[in-house]
T-cell receptor
């Protein structure tokens, strides 16, 4: 079983619509959670951390469900510039900063 | 700009060649990482350095040899690679290795092994 699993997509989203997708993780000891964004042929960049109480950053909302071991990302009012691959990332404590990456969910926002 | 640079950006090499990838971070971080990203696969952690000391070697073949001469520079020396080693090699840095720190990635070196 993969440690971090994501639906690869693509999620084709009309501009202005809302899109949401999940990521599941296998290790219940996972401690920190992040969403990174990777544009085509570019490096990953941190989009947002995910906190236990859920958090929002502009049009982006992240949720954590420890009981079911998944995190989610919701994008409201999608922009063309939101087209990217969204990487789910989890870490364990005492793991020398080791990030466990999912393979990514591709989002394509269309005009 | 992320403050992490990598050279070269693209590299084509034969299986008998020796080459080195270079990474430099201008963020004052204490931890540096090498990752491999193959098509449609998750990023794979290769090596972790904390304060110039290697703290993790993630079962990487010996044909990949890292070097960290100081906290700002990281190298990946390559020799006798295989075609399946063709991938995007990403360097990253973070303030430390506590696990909750954001990692900042360089633009990567796209490697093709013929």
């Amino acid at each position: 079983r993969k440690e971090v699993e994501q639906d690869p997509g693509p999620f084709n989203v009309p501009e202005g619509a809302t899109v949401a997708f999940n990521c599941t993780y296998s290790n219940s000891a996972s401690q920190s959670f992040f969403w990174y964004r990777q544009d085509c042929r570019k490096e990953p960049k941190l989009l947002m951390s995910v906190y236990s109480s859920g958090n929002e950053d502009g049009r982006f909302t992240a949720q954590l469900n420890r009981a079911s071991q998944y995190i989610s990302l919701l994008i409201r009012d999608s922009k063309l510039s939101d087209s990217a691959t969204y990487l789910c990332v989890v870490t364990l404590t005492d793991s020398w900063g080791k990030l466990q990456f999912g393979a990514g969910t591709q989002v394509v926002v269309t005009p | 700009e992320t403050g992490v640079t990598q050279t070269p950006r693209h590299l084509v090499m034969g299986m008998t060649n020796k080459k080195s990838l270079k990474c430099e971070q201008h963020l004052g971080h204490n931890a540096m990482y090498w990752y491999k990203q193959s098509a449609k696969k998750p990023l794979e952690l290769m090596f972790v350095y904390s304060l110039e000391e290697r703290v993790e070697n993630n079962s990487v073949p010996s044909r990949f040899s890292p070097e960290c001469p100081n906290s700002s520079h990281l190298f990946l020396h390559l020799h006798t690679l295989q075609p399946e080693d063709s991938a995007l090699y990403l360097c990253a840095s973070s303030q430390d290795t506590s696990g909750g720190e954001t990692q900042y990635f360089g633009p990567g070196t796209r490697l093709l092994v013929l």
